[in-house]
T-cell receptor, first 113, second 111 residues
Framework: DGGITQSPKYLFRKEGQNVTLSCEQN?????MYWYRQDPGQGLRLIYY???????QKGDIAEGYSVSREKKESFPLTVTSAQKNPTAFYLC????????????FGPGTRLTVL | QKEVEQDPGPLSVPEGAIVSLNCTYS??????FMWYRQYSRKGPELLMY????GNKEDGRFTAQVDKSSKYISLFIRDSQPSDSATYLC???????????FGKGTRLSVIA
C-alpha cells in the first residue's frame, strides 16, 4: 500500500519540550515538504528537501529543524524556540520534474499544553 | 499584495448548484496550477492539475486557467453534500520550486 504516512495523528507535549514528527513515504519521491496549517492561514512552508542530505528553509523555518538522511524519511523537530507550536502539520512529497504532482500525508495535530 | 489570493468564504450552496471557486495571482512565472480538496482534520487531496492556460474537465469538476488575467477557477457541477470541504488552489513556476498556496475556500453544500 503506497503513500505518505505521518505519525502520530495527535500529539500532546508540554511547553518547553522538543518534539519530532514523523513523515515516511514509499513512493520513491525525491522531494519532501513540511507545512504548517493554522485556521485562516492556509498552508505555510516550513522546510523542504529535494534530495537526500540537503534541505532548504521555507517561509517559517524559525523554531523548527529537519533532517533527510534517507530518501523515504523527512522528520520534523519542533523545538522549544517555536513560540506558537500548536498547529496541524502536513508532510508532502513529489517526484522531481516540473510537471509532477505533489501529494500530502494525513497530517499530525500537535497540541502544546 | 500576496502572491496568491483566494476568498476564504465560507460559501454555502444548495445541493445540485454549480459552484465557482477562484484564485488570483501576481507572479507571471507560474505555470502549474492545482486544486486540492481538504476535509476537516485530513490531509489535502489533489483534485485537478493544469499546465499553463486552458480548461481541464474530470467528471463534475472543471479547472480553468487564464494566464493573461492571472486567474484560475474550479467549477463543480451538480454539487453534492460530500463536496463540503475546504478547496485550496496552489501554483508554481518551472523546475522544482515549491508550491504557493491560497488560503483556501470553505464550501458547504446543503442537502
Amino acid at each position: 500500500d503506497g503513500g505518505i504516512t505521518q505519525s502520530p495523528k495527535y500529539l500532546f507535549r508540554k511547553e518547553g519540550q522538543n518534539v519530532t514528527l514523523s513523515c515516511e513515504q514509499n513512493l520513491n519521491h525525491d522531494a519532501m515538504y513540511w507545512y504548517r496549517q493554522d485556521p485562516g492561514q492556509g498552508l505555510r512552508l516550513i522546510y523542504y528537501s529535494q534530495i537526500v542530505n540537503d534541505f532548504q528553509k521555507g517561509d517559517i523555518a524559525e523554531g523548527y529543524s529537519v533532517s533527510r538522511e534517507k530518501k523515504e524519511s523527512f522528520p520534523l523537530t519542533v523545538t522549544s524556540a517555536q513560540k506558537n507550536p500548536t498547529a496541524f502539520y502536513l508532510c508532502a512529497s513529489r517526484t522531481s520534474g516540473s510537471n509532477k504532482e505533489q501529494f500530502f500525508g494525513p497530517g499530525t495535530r500537535l497540541t502544546v499544553l | 499584495q500576496k502572491e496568491v489570493e483566494q476568498d476564504p468564504g465560507p460559501l454555502s450552496v444548495p445541493e445540485g448548484a454549480i459552484v465557482s471557486l477562484n484564485c488570483t495571482y501576481s507572479n507571471s512565472a507560474f505555470q502549474y496550477f492545482m486544486w486540492y480538496r481538504q476535509y476537516s482534520r485530513k490531509g489535502p487531496e489533489l483534485l485537478m492539475y493544469t499546465y499553463s492556460s486552458g480548461n481541464k474537465e474530470d467528471g463534475r469538476f472543471t479547472a480553468q486557467v487564464d494566464k493573461s488575467s492571472k486567474y484560475i477557477s474550479l467549477f463543480i457541477r451538480d454539487s453534492q453534500p460530500s463536496d463540503s470541504a475546504t478547496y485550496l488552489c496552489a501554483m508554481r513556476s518551472s523546475g522544482n520550486t515549491p508550491l504557493v498556496f491560497g488560503k483556501g475556500t470553505r464550501l458547504s453544500v446543503i442537502a
